[in-house]
Structures are given as C-alpha cells and as structure tokens.
C-alpha cells in the first residue's frame, strides 16, 4: 500500500508514514471514513477500538458494514472490510487487548508559569516554583526549564524574583510581604478563581 504512495508523498514523509501505527477510537460514520481514508494513504498499521454492534440505522452512513454484518461487532467487521485494502488492521478486545490507561505515563516536565504561580494544586507545584524563585532571586540558571512561561503574566514569565529584588530599599521582610501577603491577596481578589477551589490565605 505504501508504495502507492510514493510517487505522491516526498521520501522523508513516505517514511514517516511506513513507519506509524495509529488507533481509531470508534467506527460509527466518521470512523469509517477515516479509516478508509488512513488506509488509502498508506499507513500500514492500524488499530480500531469501538465496543458497539452494528445495527440497520447504521447502514446508510457507515458504509464499511452490510445488511449481513448487522448484530456484529462493528470494530471487528471494519477490521474485516479496512483488510481488503490493508492487512495490517488489528482489533483491540477488551479484557484481551492492552489497553492505553494500562501503559505508564511519562511524568510531566514542564508546568505552565501561570498554574503553580496562581493556583498550584500539587504539592510538586510548589516545589517547581519555590525552586523557580530561588534561581531568580539569586541568579542561578535553571538547568531542567521546568517552568513553562506565561507570557502575559511578567510575574509568571520569570520576573517575580527579579522584580522585588530590584525594588529600591528591598528587604528579606518586604520580599517575604510581596510574595506571601500582597500576591496573595491580589489573587482572593480574582473571584472565579475561588469558586471551585480552597482560597489560599495571606501570611
């Protein structure tokens, strides 16, 4: 199937095709037309989860199922169907299957500037921007980036450290007032913050 697309495609994205496994989560109308339309672009290996049957109202719009598949599985026959063109189609049964929630997650890298600055909700929030203060407020550079600006909040793109310090006449007392009275109660003042989560409270 991949070489009927060769003369279409550049080489690097021929490649990159040949070499990409993709999952179809659902069969109904749309699935079918995007499986039709990966298979006839090339893409080798194909995955299909959908846990319902076809029935006859579904005749009409999915046209990868006939009158004869109706009560069957619908992941199954599009499977059956997608290999007339493609033999590479797998179907996921579940309880057989692995299934996406059963693989590990990479832990998350990065967290966004504005989130554990206003409304950290993990302790690990509070860690990244205690540390992302620190590297601030002293000059280090941050080797990991953990922090991923917001570049409409100044405070939360990296500048809040910065900032007290070169206030005139700066102190540890007025940095701790800044960070710990101030901030917060600028942010009680933002009243849709609060309605879903516990207010944080000023120092």
Known sequence: MVARVAGVFDEKLTEAIANSKILVVGAGGIGCEVLKNLVLTGFPTIEIID????????????????????????????????????????????????????????????FPGCTIRNTPSEPIHCIVWAKHLFNQLFGEEDPDQDVSPDTADPEAAGQAGAEALTTEGTTAVKLFSKLFGDDIRYLLSMENLWRVRRPPTPL
Do not use: M, W
């Not at 999915?62 to 009560?71: A, C, I, P, S």
């Open 51 to 110: 846990l319902d049957t076809i029935d006859v109202s579904n005749l009409n719009r999915q046209f990868l199922f006939h009158k004869e598949h109706v009560g069957k599985s619908k992941a199954q026959v599009a499977k059956d169907s997608a290999l007339s063109f493609n033999p590479n189609v797998e179907v996921i049964k579940k309880g057989l299957s692995q299934c996406y929630e059963c693989q590990p997650k990479a832990p998350q890298k990065t």
